[in-house]
Each structure stands twice: as structure tokens, then as C-alpha cells.
């Protein structure tokens, strides 16, 4: 009940509530305004959009059940903490891809993450030997070991990010108690990790005290074994393609490297990814429509068909239903003078293109410098719908027509 979301609750029919539950339940209500949207009518507008007033939000607070639907990860989270998978040998974590001072420094739990990797990576596994039997191929030319480590070092990434408060909150209570032991840091954390989560049963005791936590840890799961093997499937079926179009005919060869990361996970875990290949093909894989990405490539073109100046390098884009690959950028800077000035040519011409486009959100992150050559990636914030900035007379309000009308407004300078 404690790990139910809103939508997953329902009212308990019957007896009236005690005196005690009532009072309870206040609580509870008064915590969760002051937890989320203090503002009373902000809060009332939350309950009603769950189709909930305050009397039937506190009466689910006191006794409320949830849904049977509610349960579903439930059992994902037992066969994990069975430790059935205790015999698959994790893969050391891979390098930093680009090492800096604290390389390396990451927190790491094995006794928190261990049984939730060594279950993701037998299923990883097992979806790619059904993939590449498919294929005609055998797994190793599909998945390197290093790409598979990285996969695998993606997940523990993204469950440290969900457990790091809770492990740092009772890491707080423990040196508080005076039970932490060790000579330094490190060795008193260990020895806190161990105590806490090693051991039959305490990891479970651990997550039943966070049951959040633990629904979290299990979609993480999930969405991370979902989310690689679409992605590999797609690049077992269309690895030939990728090399007819961005590789100039050559074979890719095995994955040997995939550097998630990139941007926000987006529909279930999804994100985009940088992959390299045996053949030393580098692409980036966007798991939404490029469509737009690649008939900018044309519009690009057809300027240049007009006698454009200084002709843009146009991407090389390999669309699909629902996804797309896109050639990756090197960058790098310029040698003269001349070519600075060519770059800066260009990336006005690009500004006059986003503002008669009406784009919004093309910030330093959305520019590369390869080069003469400035090159815009990821285009989702064209064609932006401005609302109205309704009537006013205000300075202000002046100044935010005079802006949304701007070709400041696009974010680029």
C-alpha cells in the first residue's frame, strides 16, 4: 500500500472511521500539503484532477487499499531478492570516457545494486542469443564485452541515483548512533553497506523500510532491460543500412561501445545513445522520429542549390518508424581567421533559418562546433506554438512581447 501510487488507491467501503484514524489521517494530509503544494487552491485542483476531495483523500490516507494492479512488481522483486542469479560474474566497470580527477569516485553499493545487475545481465544476455540466432549471427558479433559492461554499468548508474538519499539518510543515523567503524571514510562506509544490506534478509528489511525504493529499483529494471534490447534489436536490423548510409558501404561489425547518457530518459527509460562499432563507425541513436532532423538536412540543400555562400554541412540521417540514427560529430576548432569568420557566417545563417522556423530552446548544448562548420542537433524545439501573452500596458509585459518576437527568443546568443 505504501509504495501505491495515487491513481492506485482505493476508498475502503463500510465501518466509519475511529476517532484515532481520523486523526491520523489529518496528519498525514497536512504532510502531504506541506510535502508537495502548500497552496490550498493548487492542492484542491491536484485532488480533483485524481477525481478526489479533501474528505475522500483523508478517509484513503486512514484506510485505503490498493489495487491489485498496484502489486504487479512485486514479484520481480522477490525472484530478485531470492539471489537466484548469484553465479553471474558481473563485469568489471568500464573506464570514463573522457577520465578526470575524480574518475572513478562514483558510489558504488554492490550489496544495494549486485543482485538487480546480475539479474539484468542474465536476461540482457539471454534476449541477445535469441537476437542474434534471428539474425543468422552469434552473440559475440552482435555485443562486445565492453559494450555489454557498459550497458550493465548504465543500470547501476541509474540505481544509485534512486537510493543514493535513502543510503546517505541511514548512513547519517548510523554515525549519529556511534556504530559506524573504520579508520577512514571509506572503510566506514563499507562497513556500514555491509551491515545494512549483506546478509540474509537485509536487503529486504532495508527496502521494506523504503518500499518507494524498492517499486523504483524494480522499474529501473525493467525499463533498462526493455529499453537495451529494443535498442539492439534495431541495430541488428538495420546494421546493413547503417553502413550503406552513414559509412559509405562498410560493414559495421560488432558493437563495441554504447555511451548512454546523452540526454534525459524519456518513454520508459529510453535515451539517446552514442554507439561505436568494430568498423570504427561512430552514431548516435535517438529513440523518437527524425523526421524533422532530416528535412532540415533538405532544407539545408536546397539553399545551397541557390547559391548559398558558405555551404552547411548537412547530417547524414537514417530514418525509421519511431526512431532514427544520426552521424556522430566530431568537433573541433578552427585554423584561421578566415575560418572562424566562415563559421560565424553560418551560424547566422542558421539563426535566420530557427527564427523563421519560430524555434525556441537552442541553447550551447544544441550547437557543435566541428570546424568551419557549426552543426544543430536535436531540433525538437522548432515550430514552437507561442501561447498569447494576453493584453497589458506594462513595462513588463512590453518587454515580453518585444522578446517573444526577437530573434533572442530562440536562445542561440
Known amino acids: 500500500m505504501k509504495s501505491a501510487f495515487l491513481h492506485e488507491r482505493a476508498l475502503s467501503a463500510g465501518e466509519e472511521l475511529a476517532a484515532e484514524e481520523l486523526q491520523q489521517a489529518e496528519q498525514r494530509f497536512q504532510a502531504w500539503k506541506k510535502s508537495t503544494l502548500s497552496d490550498d487552491t493548487s492542492f484542491e485542483e491536484r485532488l480533483r484532477s485524481a477525481g478526489l476531495d479533501a474528505a475522500s483523500f483523508q478517509r484513503l490516507l486512514a484506510r485505503g487499499t490498493a489495487r491489485t494492479d498496484a ?222 532532423e532530416a528535412r532540415y538536412q533538405e532544407l539545408l540543400g536546397w539553399l545551397e542549390q541557390g547559391g548559398l555562400r558558405h555551404p552547411h554541412r548537412r547530417l547524414k540521417v537514417l530514418m525509421r518508424e519511431g526512431y532514427g540514427w544520426v552521424e556522430h560529430v566530431e568537433t573541433g576548432g578552427c585554423d584561421t581567421r578566415e575560418a572562424v569568420e566562415r563559421f560565424y557566417w553560418r551560424q547566422g545563417s542558421h539563426l535566420a533559418l530557427l527564427y523563421l522556423l519560430r524555434a525556441v530552446d537552442f541553447h550551447y548544448g544544441n550547437l557543435l562546433a566541428a570546424g568551419e562548420h557549426p552543426v544543430l542537433v536535436d531540433l525538437e524545439g522548432l515550430f514552437h506554438h507561442r501561447p498569447s501573452l494576453g493584453e497589458g500596458d506594462t513595462a513588463m509585459h512590453r518587454a515580453a512581447l518585444v522578446l517573444d518576437q526577437s530573434v533572442l527568443s530562440i536562445g542561440l546568443l
Not at 537495451?228 to 560493414?251: F, M, P, Y
Not at 547518457?261 to 523518437?288: C, E, I, M, N, W
Open 71 to 292: 502489486l504487479g512488481w512485486l514479484p520481480l522483486l522477490r525472484e530478485v531478492l531470492e539471489d537466484g542469479c548469484a553465479d553471474v560474474v558481473l563485469p568489471s566497470p568500464p573506464p570514463p570516457p573522457t577520465p578526470t580527477p575524480d574518475a572513478g569516485q562514483r558510489m558504488r553499493v554492490p550489496a544495494l545494486t549486485r543482485r538487480f545487475l546480475q539479474w539484468g545481465l542474465r536476461q540482457l544476455r539471454a534476449g541477445v542469443e535469441a537476437l542474434a540466432a534471428r539474425h543468422g549471427g552469434s552473440a559475440e558479433a552482435l555485443l562486445a564485452p565492453r559494450a555489454e559492461a557498459q550497458l550493465v554499468e548504465s543500470l547501476d548508474q541509474r540505481l544509485m541515483s534512486h537510493a543514493t538519499r535513502a543510503l546517505v539518510l541511514e548512513l547519517n543515523v548510523a554515525r549519529m548512533r556511534g556504530e559506524l567503524r573504520g579508520d577512514t571514510p571509506q572503510a566506514r562506509f563499507a562497513d556500514f553497506a555491509v551491515r545494512t544490506l549483506e546478509g540474509p534478509g537485509r536487503l529486504g528489511t532495508f527496502l521494506e523500510e523504503y518500499p518507494v525504493l524498492a517499486r523504483l529499483l524494480v522499474a529501473t529494471l525493467e525499463r533498462w532491460l526493455q529499453s537495451s534490447l529494443e535498442l539492439l534489436t534495431r541495430v541488428a536490423e538495420d546494421r546493413e543500412q547503417l553502413g550503406a548510409v552513414l559509412d559509405g558501404g562498410r560493414a559495421p561489425g560488432a558493437l563495441v561501445s554504447v555511451r548512454t547518457g546523452a540526454g534525459d530518459l524519456h518513454r520508459g527509460g529510453r535515451s539517446v545513445v552514442l554507439l561505436t562499432f568494430g568498423s570504427g563507425l561512430r552514431v548516435v541513436y535517438k529513440p523518437r522520429s527524425l523526421e524533422i
